[in-house]
């Protein structure tokens, strides 16, 4: 169909067919009076500009042009292109239920969302015994903004706020601008396999947000290559999920809250389990941590003992230092109620002004950290009961204090340099490959100093030294702070190894093992 710029075709109560494509690059409203579904497309793409969308147009005529061309791409199956300019619209928001595609000729093509609700949602209809699920949708290309002053937007992109739907991808996308509090970027709900790639959020409230801490969950949700920066809390925000890969060099950049934050919820319902957080960028995240803070580039926080957050791995990721004026008081990676969580591979710059790496709030079981370059190890097994315990241990030791909470901690430290571990109130602690450095040997002669004892209410078992090089000094001190523990003792090995005993008139147990002379 050859379509003129001055050409108009009116409804005038018929519908209309079109057999072959449009010719002719019309960017003017050429379709007038038609409803959804009186217009066949049998080639797209169908451009809101057909039914009187444009830059230059008011946002409320722009809202329902833009509705209406997305409901006939939808009815057709055809693509949806938005031209390159600013759209402005109001209302509602923009709601998308097909699997077609929608796109724009990159982040030059911008919707702008001057109303009250969420910009655009991704609601597929639930599939019935004659109709299949929609799935496959697919958005790229295009921006989608708010600007402070023009409604209050509570969110950008929301992806599967109905039923469920599978194989959503989202691509070269960039939403910035949402700021009300508790607004997002981005949000998946009930989603299915869904991909986030190549995109930008910023300057949101939240960057993303991923699930609902009290009802649905998605599974199987990809974060690539995309980028969560300056958003005014939280870059990331993960409230439930079966299934979660940030990776392929995502970058989380001075955001104002945390770079991710991970909650688990009561019950473990809905569940949060098995993510990975894999070869990507944090830098001067926390930028307000000083007044509401702290912050950190990673938080992982577990609801409860009976309702850990499990399954998680960290690895190769870049945490790179703040810069000067952040918070004092951010840090990279605070986690609580965590089992199965293996960090490995990452590197690790000292946060300026930040006090710490890591910190650990208890409660997790079976951590394996190794092969992790610039970390600060004086945190990462710190339990602390209260303030008055922070930072009193040594520069480059571990502290398994429990301050006197009952603490349960399982951590495997493969193939570190440890200065002195003063282990308190702790359960199975795994010391494995651990290599003597006599320059920065601790204050008690060097090698390792590990700290047993027992606790109120705090299961006491043993501490295992695997493979300790030639040459280290090891003090094994045992205090009893409470209710007497029967204990066994035994040492075998040609380690050079020390033992003080703090109560003799009680039994203690260690097991040295696979030492090298």
Not at 9 to 15: E, L, P
Request: aromatic content about 10%; overall charge negative.
């Amino acid at each position: 169909l050859l379509v003129l710029q001055s050409g108009v075709i009116s409804a005038n109560g018929f519908t209309l067919t079109i057999n072959g494509p449009i010719v002719g690059d019309p960017n003017h409203q050429w379709l007038s009076g038609f409803a959804a579904g009186e217009v066949t497309f049998r080639y797209g793409p169908v451009i809101p500009n057909y039914f009187g969308a444009h830059p230059d147009a008011t946002a409320t005529t722009n809202a329902a042009a833009l509705a209406l061309s997305i409901a006939t791409a939808e009815i057709n199956n055809v693509r949806w292109l938005l031209p390159i300019g600013t759209y402005a619209y109001n209302g509602d928001g923009l709601i998308m239920v097909g699997h077609s595609t929608y796109e724009g000729e990159g982040f030059a093509s911008i919707l702008r969302y001057e109303g009250n609700a969420v910009a655009i949602s991704v609601n597929p209809t639930a599939p019935t015994n004659t109709t299949p699920p929609f799935e496959g949708t697919l958005l790229r290309h295009f921006g989608l903004l708010a600007v402070v002053g023009t409604g209050t937007p509570t969110g950008g992109l929301l992806l599967g706020s109905g039923s469920a739907s599978q194989m959503a991808q989202v691509d070269s996308i960039k939403v910035c601008g949402f700021t009300q509090v508790n607004a997002y970027g981005i949000k998946v709900a009930r989603m299915v396999s869904c991909k986030i790639r190549n995109s930008i959020f910023q300057n949101n409230y939240y960057g993303a947000v991923i699930g609902n801490s009290t009802t649905y969950f998605p599974t199987s949700t990809t974060f690539s290559n995309s980028r969560c920066v300056q958003n005014v809390k939280h870059g990331m925000v993960v409230n439930s999920v079966v299934g979660l890969a940030i990776n392929d060099r995502s970058v989380f950049e001075s955001n104002f809250g945390s770079g991710i934050v991970i909650t688990g919820n009561a019950g473990n319902n809905p569940p949060l389990d098995n993510i990975s957080i894999r070869e990507n960028h944090f830098e001067d995240n926390g930028r307000d941590g000083a007044i509401s803070g702290p912050y950190y580039d990673i938080e992982l926080l577990g609801y409860s003992v009976s309702a850990p957050m499990t399954s998680i791995n960290i690895s190769q990721n870049v945490f790179a230092a703040s810069a000067a004026g952040y918070s004092a008081t951010s840090g990279s990676i605070k986690y609580q109620n965590v089992w199965y969580m293996d960090v490995h591979n990452n590197k690790f710059a000292v946060a300026s002004p930040a006090s710490t790496d890591v910190v650990n709030l208890g409660f997790n079981r079976f951590v394996d950290w190794k092969y992790n370059l610039g970390l600060d190890l004086s945190s990462v097994i710190r339990k602390d009961g209260s303030n008055a315990f922070y930072n009193t241990t040594l520069t480059g030791a571990v502290n398994l204090s429990s301050g006197g909470s009952d603490i349960y901690s399982t951590h495997l430290l493969t193939g570190a340099y440890i200065g002195n571990i003063l282990a308190n109130g702790t359960t199975n602690t795994v010391i494995a490959s651990l290599t003597e450095d006599s320059v920065q040997a601790g204050a008690l002669g060097g090698g390792i100093v590990l700290v047993t004892g027992w606790l109120s209410g705090a299961t006491v078992h043993f501490v295992d030294l695997v493979s300790l090089c030639y040459g280290s000094v090891v003090v094994i001190s045992t205090h009893n702070q409470g209710a007497a523990a029967a204990r066994t003792y035994s040492v075998s090995g040609s380690l050079n190894l020390q033992v003080q005993l703090a109560n003799t008139g009680e039994t203690y147990r260690l097991r040295v093992s696979q030492m090298t002379h």
